[in-house]
């Protein structure tokens, strides 16, 4: 099964979900207290606007499903490229008040700085988010340096922002997949490391039931590779291992690549992490990235897909 489908979810199972697991990751690790209080504040805000987004409409995209799996045949992920109309008026308030909680969750004058640009609009909230949606780490860094602004943060602040909306067309354009053959078997073909969607990174890997899932970092989209191999470079071979740091704890894993020093965690889970929890499975797995940067390894770029219309 190379992508899953997995089941819409309620605001309140999601809810749930998340508040059962900082319960249990405060328990076992109190001194995330701060990381925790600040995650609850932002998860909470995404949910909501997940919330509206869910119940609002979606633009009306011409992505017709042979258009998309030609995309997908060539290795350029669905939206990549795509100008795709953003319900800014819907974002922004979510956009200003994950600013509030950075500032108050230790972010402070950095976050407030980020908030007053978008407020006093030196900084437009819909070309912010359009540059997110399209993964384009560049445009954002430049609009950082323009306003004085911390590029990691704004990076931060517009993600979580216009992560539902991501979230929300990768399962309009890639759910009905299943009733267009070819887009379905465009899918199943995808063999690549990177989001078939948007073209990002997994967060990590939930292994469940044997299968060895990616889970995209920004829209959660789940899919697997064909071979054990490294999702950053494909690498298979001896340079390519998988470690527990942890001798105790077989169940939470590093797979370590010499071929690009890249690293991606995997954990096995009873069930995979709906949207947007897969925030909350990376602080859980703190641990491991601690592990894997002592040993040299790093998280690599985000990929540019070339030109942007
Ligand atoms: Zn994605
Ligand atoms: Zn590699």
Request: glycine residues 6%; aromatic residues 6%; proline residues 7%.
């Amino acid at each position: 099964m190379p992508f899953l489908t997995l089941e819409a979810v309620s605001r309140e199972s999601r809810l749930a979900e998340a508040a059962a697991r900082w319960d249990a990751l405060l328990a076992a690790r109190p001194d995330l207290e701060p990381a925790v209080a600040l995650q609850r504040q932002l998860i909470g805000l995404v949910v909501e606007l997940a919330q509206t987004i869910e119940h609002g409409r979606l633009p009306r995209l011409s992505l017709p499903p042979k258009y998309l799996a030609a995309k997908l045949s060539r290795g350029v992920p669905a939206l990549a490229g795509e100008p795709i109309p953003l319900p800014v008026a819907a974002l922004r308030p979510t956009l200003v008040r994950l600013c509030e909680e950075l500032s108050s969750g230790g972010a402070g004058g950095a976050a407030d700085r980020i908030r007053a640009s978008i407020e006093e609009t030196r900084m437009d909230a819909g070309s912010l988010l359009s540059a997110s949606l399209a993964r384009d780490q560049t445009a954002i860094r430049t609009g950082a340096a323009h306003g004085g602004l911390a590029a990691d943060l704004l990076w931060l602040v517009a993600e979580l922002t216009v992560s539902p909306f991501a979230h929300a067309l990768q399962r309009a354009l890639l759910t009905p997949a299943c009733d267009d053959a070819e887009l379905a078997s465009a899918l199943a073909k995808w063999n690549r490391g990177y989001c078939p969607a948007c073209g990002s990174w997994p967060a990590l890997a939930e292994v469940a039931s044997s299968h060895r899932v990616l889970r995209c970092s920004f829209c959660a989209f789940a899919w697997e590779l064909r071979a054990h191999s490294c999702v950053h470079c494909g690498e298979e071979g001896e340079k390519f291992v998988t470690v527990a740091p942890n001798e105790e704890r077989l169940d939470r894993r590093l797979e370590l690549c010499a071929g690009c020093g890249a690293y991606l965690k995997t954990v096995d889970v009873p069930a995979l992490s709906p949207f947007p929890l897969i925030a909350i499975a990376d602080l859980e797995t703190m641990d491991l990235d601690l592990a894997a940067m002592e040993r040299g390894y790093t998280r690599p770029a985000l990929r540019d897909f070339g030109p942007r219309r």
